[in-house]
């Protein structure tokens, strides 16, 4: 268990031994920080069939199954696009039967925030109607992005970011040396978003950043080079300019830092829609904040 989420499982755990658990749980909060892998503990501990106050007692013939990931009373709809109406009904088909081990049944959505209206309100049905034994857990990082009537009807639990020092603590203890709250915070705080992005040898890391960005402001690199270079990573690249101009603005209290700012923001919205030009999303921004009077001629006219 995360040692972040140690007091809110215990408490979890609690309810559910008492019999007092809500049928559907909301676990929200930044990404990166473990939500999913609470839920499946939380999810491990509900089919338990002799769950302690500390969690699964990892013997029984269900922990083995969950284990083996073969535990047929556990589902989870991961998906990195839209969960459309399909989906949602063809997990809530696999809730709607008997639990084939006659205990509790567990279905997963990692990133509730995905799913289609429609879909959402065939997820409602269930939600006012849940059957007999049947535990939904809800994960997003957007809650404001499900609908009203999603969140009504859950247990909402919200995490923040761990504190700097025990994540830290916590990335050493897991293999990741090297890392400063300078570098933590560029991840947003989030420890395994770090460490995936330590451990994975594809993406941007935020040093290679750093040099670049660097160079784009001593006038040795232009927007558009790094741009082209650092398109299919944009997303990110706009996210730690976007932390820059912020730290800018705080210190400087400038219009120009705040427009500045600004600008990340709009950036980070077109980027959400598919099919937008990334680089030139991406060349716009960097050459906002390597060239400050080109934002000032772009705002006179």
Known sequence: MLPW?????LQIIDRLLKQKLHHALLLSGPAGIGKY?????????????N??????CETCQSCLLFDASTHPDFYALVSEKQLGVDKIREGIGKLSGM???????VLVIPAADLITESAANALLKTLEEPTNKTFIILLTAKAQHLLPTILSRCEK???STPAPAQSLKWLKGNGVDDVTPALLEAYGNAPLRLKQALTNESGISYREFCDGFDALLAGKKDALSLANDWQEYAVQVVSWVQQFTHKSFLQSQQVQDYQNFQVCVDALKSLMHPGINKAVVLCAVLDTIA???????RNIK
């Open 291 to 297: 060239n400050p009077e080109h934002q000032r001629t």
């Open 5 to 9: 989420f140690t007091e809110r499982y």
């Open 99 to 105: 639990s084939q081990l006659g205990a509790n049944k």
């Open 51 to 56: 769950p302690t106050a500390r969690g699964c």
């Open 37 to 49: 892998e609470l839920a499946i503990t939380l999810a491990k501990v509900i089919l338990c069939r």
């Open 157 to 159: 639990h919200f995490f």
